[in-house]
């Protein structure tokens, strides 16, 4: 079949994939797709993919934010000293996905589902902090306010990373048993 290496590979390169068709839109549009950063940086931890794979991801977002920014119109509301918290906030995700992987059952659902939900949370809950610390945009906001102003992003922000998760546990499972029952076969 494919060596531990090649399955390494292809399982970058489709995470890869993932942040370019999906990194355009956080929410999704009716022609793209809602980002899926999250969710590939929980997963990178998960299969304990190292630190220079971490940089690498968070070098492609920011490379697709700046591209969508600076020479494809996309506003640029979100731009200020807060956007670098991204980096802390990304790399926390991806920690708590290599903290599940050293897990008993790393891939049971009862260690994976509680990893998952707090990493995007706890992401939504520092992206956030950091946008209104150093944010010129909404320094006129108290803490009340701007809370207020972004907890209906909540759902979403968290319910997209949750989905793309479930999605690929859910794929993960069938290839596991197709896989099993081939080898059983033979």
């Known amino acids: 079949m494919f060596s531990q290496n090649q399955k390494s590979f292809w399982i970058g390169f489709a995470f890869v994939l ?3 068709l999906t990194r355009s839109s956080h929410f999704g549009t009716s022609v793209a797709l809602p980002d899926a950063t999250l969710a590939v940086l929980f997963l990178g931890g998960l299969f304990r993919f190292n630190l ?3 940089v690498a991801t968070i070098a492609l977002a920011f490379a697709i934010d700046f591209y969508a920014v600076g020479i494809a119109g996309v506003s640029d509301y979100c ?3 807060g956007y ?4 802390p906030t990304y790399a926390m995700v991806w920690a708590i996905g290599r903290f599940a992987s050293k897990r008993e059952h790393p891939y049971a659902l009862t260690t994976l589902a509680p990893a ?5 949370a706890l992401a939504f809950v520092m992206s956030n902090a950091f946008w209104y610390a150093f944010s010129d945009k909404v320094s006129t906001l108290s803490v009340y306010q701007f809370s207020q102003a972004v907890a209906q992003y909540f759902t979403p922000y968290v319910g997209y990373t949750m989905f793309y998760l479930t999605a690929t546990y859910f794929t993960s ?3 596991n048993s197709i896989t099993a029952k081939k080898q059983s076969a033979a």
């Open 18 to 20: 993932a942040i370019l």
């Open 173 to 175: 499972v069938a290839i």
């Open 116 to 120: 998952a939900l707090t990493s995007a």
């Open 79 to 81: 731009m200020s000293l």
């Open 84 to 87: 670098w918290g991204l980096i």
């Open 52 to 54: 220079r794979w971490l």
